[in-house]
C-alpha cells in the first residue's frame, strides 16, 4: 500500500544547531503538507507543495518538493527552543488519500 | 485558530459502549477528513467525507462510522469501544478533494480514554 516513510524519527539539537527531516513516498504525490504539533497540541499546517521541485521558504524553514515529487524535506536553520515539537507530512496521492508520515520529534537544548 | 472546531474536548468510555464525535468545519469547507492519533504517533487517517458522501476510507473497522451534514458539519461514530480505541480524533477540514490542490485546517481533537 501507499506509504510515507519520515526519518529521522527523533533528533536532538542545540540551540544554534541546523536540523533536516525527510519524508520519503513509495508513490508519486500530488502534493505534500507539513504540519507541526507541539506537546498535548494538534498539528498546525505550516505549509503545502504542489510542483515538482518545489522550494518556499518562511523565515528560517525551507522546504523542499523533490523533482519527481515522492520525497520531501523540511530544514530549519539556526534552531531555537521555540521549534521543539513534532514535525509531520501528509502527502497526497492522486487517489485522494492522505497518507501521514510518523513525525519527527525535535528537542532543542538551550 | 483555523475555524475548526470538535466537541467533546475530553471523554472517558468504558468498553463495549458507543461514542459521538463531532466536528464544526470551517467556513466554506465541503470536506472533512477524520483521523486517529495514539499517544506518540502520527495521524492515522479514518476516513474523508466530500459533500455528504465517504470518499475515502483507511484501514479501520466498520464499527468506525461517520456522517456528513448538509451544513458539512461531520460526526464521527466508534461502536462497540476496545482499549486501543484510546487516543486523540482529529477532524480536518478543506475546499475541494484532498487530492487536489487544497490545504486541510485541523480542529483541536477530541481526547477519548477507553478503560
Known amino acids: 500500500g501507499q506509504q510515507v516513510m519520515q526519518i529521522p524519527q527523533y533528533q536532538h539539537v542545540q540551540e544554534g544547531e541546523d536540523f533536516t527531516t525527510y519524508c520519503n513516498s513509495s508513490?508519486?504525490?500530488?502534493?505534500i503538507q507539513w504540519y507541526k504539533q507541539r506537546p498535548g497540541g494538534h498539528p498546525v499546517f505550516l505549509i503545502q507543495?504542489?510542483?515538482?521541485?518545489e522550494v518556499k521558504k518562511q523565515k528560517r524553514l525551507t522546504f523542499q518538493f523533490g523533482e519527481a515529487k515522492k520525497n520531501s524535506s523540511l530544514h530549519i536553520t539556526a534552531t531555537q527552543t521555540t521549534d521543539v515539537g513534532t514535525y509531520f507530512c501528509?502527502?497526497?496521492?492522486?487517489?485522494?488519500?492522505?497518507?501521514f508520515g510518523q513525525g519527527t520529534t525535535l528537542q532543542v537544548k538551550p | 485558530e483555523t475555524g475548526v472546531t470538535q466537541s467533546p474536548t475530553h471523554l472517558i468510555k468504558t468498553r463495549g459502549q458507543q461514542v459521538t464525535l463531532r466536528c464544526s468545519s470551517q467556513?466554506?469547507?465541503?470536506?472533512v477528513s477524520w483521523y486517529q492519533q495514539a499517544l506518540g504517533q502520527g495521524p492515522q487517517f479514518i476516513f474523508q467525507y466530500y459533500r455528504e458522501e465517504e470518499n475515502g476510507r483507511g484501514n479501520f473497522p466498520p464499527r468506525f462510522s461517520g456522517l456528513q451534514f448538509p451544513n458539512y458539519s461531520s460526526e464521527l461514530n466508534v461502536n462497540a469501544l476496545e482499549l486501543d480505541d484510546s487516543a486523540l480524533y482529529l477532524c480536518?477540514?478543506?475546499?475541494?478533494?484532498?487530492?487536489?490542490?487544497?490545504?486541510?485546517?485541523f480542529g483541536p481533537g477530541t481526547r477519548l480514554t477507553v478503560l
Open positions: 480536518a477540514s478543506s475546499f475541494g478533494l484532498a487530492g487536489g490542490t487544497d490545504t486541510q485546517y
Open positions: 467556513s466554506g469547507h465541503n470536506t
Open positions: 508513490t508519486t504525490l500530488s502534493n
Open positions: 501528509d502527502g497526497s496521492s492522486n487517489t485522494g488519500k492522505l497518507i
Open positions: 507543495l504542489v510542483k515538482s521541485g
